[in-house]
């Protein structure tokens, strides 16, 4: 059965760092691009980042050059590391499989998807 399930969202100060983790089964993650999408308190569902399969990063502007991903494929998981975080990185974080090996932020391209973990950023 194909499943994904995200750990590790918590309550965290602006400016410190929180890894979360993207555990697969089901399915092997070596031939599907991974994506990271978020939904702040009263809004829509955005990508954040997306892991090619082989390990090309794509991110939001939002997110650039803070959030970074790795695959481990041998556990079938992905991490997001995010740093530097900000109040307005609160939300449920929420990651979702590839239709395909190539990234992309837009959820019609993702046909799997986990049931999120909360982020909160405050202090």
């Known amino acids: 059965q194909l499943q994904l399930v995200e750990s590790g969202g918590s309550l965290v100060q602006p400016g410190k760092s929180l890894t979360l983790s993207c555990t697969a089964s089901?399915?092997?993650?070596?031939?599907?691009?991974i994506g990271w999408f978020r939904r702040a308190p009263g809004k829509g569902r955005e990508g954040a980042s997306c892991?090619?399969?082989?390990?090309?990063?794509w991110d939001a502007d939002s997110v650039r050059g803070r959030f970074t991903l790795s695959r481990n494929n041998a556990g079938n998981t992905v991490s997001l590391q995010m740093n530097s975080l900000k109040p307005e990185d609160t939300g449920v974080y929420y990651c979702?499989?590839?239709?395909?090996?190539?990234?992309?932020?837009?959820?019609?391209?993702?046909?799997?998807w986990g049931r999120g973990t909360q982020v909160t950023v405050s202090s």
């Open positions: 979702a499989r590839g239709r395909g090996p190539y990234c992309s932020l837009l959820e019609v391209d993702f046909d799997s």
């Open positions: 089901g399915f092997t993650l070596d031939s599907y691009a």
């Open positions: 892991i090619t399969n082989t390990d090309e990063q």
